[in-house]
């Protein structure tokens, strides 16, 4: 295992081996012009798989301990195989210059072209490499807006469900204010019952008060004044 990013320059050296190992056999084939054409070609691919491997050697100095050994053992047999294929090609096409350099231990990443083309190439895959890191950090950076986007989402769920259990609070509070207004108006009632009760106990005793007091009148009228 390695660093998703080692494991790219991978993929991208395993391409440009995989185009480099067949030209060697091409070479023999071909004569004059179209022979230094393709050495150029050759010398162009072995910069790009010089400029991946440091790249690679780069990631390597970051990774875990753990992986750096299989790391370093891979990219020791890719220099071996690169270096293999220079000297392949060295004996297909001898004769012709080319900016053949031994890899073994090699550090830089670009080679001397031969003309203006090569030159523009070479600005071209710069390019190309800081548009890939461009994407990459543009790729990062949509990961990070997407795990905040998913925690913002997650919040909303959260907030939405706590307003609904206080919605819910609430229509129970209401529904027990409900209970205690119609508990309030029978009491009410009760009491205004209470009172015309008691009104008319009032009444009947203020009644009886006066009856009494009449028969009690008449009783002393007919005892001691009427002879």
Do not use: W
């Not at 023999?28 to 012009?33: A, H, M, N, P």
């Not at 890899?103 to 830089?108: A, I, L, P, Y």
């Not at 919040?155 to 209401?174: A, N, P, S, V, Y």
């Not at 027990?176 to 309030?184: A, D, Q």
């Amino acid at each position: 295992m390695s660093s998703e990013e080692f494991e790219k320059m991978h993929e991208i050296y395993r391409s440009l081996y995989e185009e480099l190992k067949l030209m060697p056999e091409r070479a023999l084939k071909c004569q004059g012009e179209e022979r230094k054409r393709l050495v150029r070609t050759f010398d162009e691919r072995q910069g790009e798989a010089e400029e991946v491997l440091q790249g690679m050697e780069e990631e390597l100095r970051t990774a875990p301990s753990s992986y750096r050994n299989a790391m370093s053992t891979k990219l020791r047999l890719y220099r071996r195989d690169l270096g293999k294929l220079q000297r392949d090609m060295k004996n297909s096409a001898p004769g012709i210059g080319s900016s053949f350099q031994p890899v073994e231990g090699s550090h830089q990443g670009v080679y001397s072209s031969q003309n203006q083309q090569s030159t523009h190439l070479q600005s071209q895959r710069a390019l190309l490499l800081q548009g890939t890191e461009s994407l990459n950090n543009a790729s990062q950076s949509i990961e990070r807006s997407q795990r905040i986007a998913a925690e913002t989402d997650q919040i909303g769920t959260d907030i939405i469900e706590e307003l609904g259990e206080q919605r819910e609070q609430l229509d129970r509070t209401r529904n027990r204010l409900v209970n205690t207004g119609e508990n309030l108006s029978r009491s009410r009632k009760v009491l205004r019952a209470m009172s015309r009760r008691l009104m008319t106990n009032k009444l009947l005793l203020a009644v009886i008060i006066l009856m009494e007091l009449a028969i009690l009148g008449a009783v002393i009228y007919l005892k001691f004044f009427r002879k």
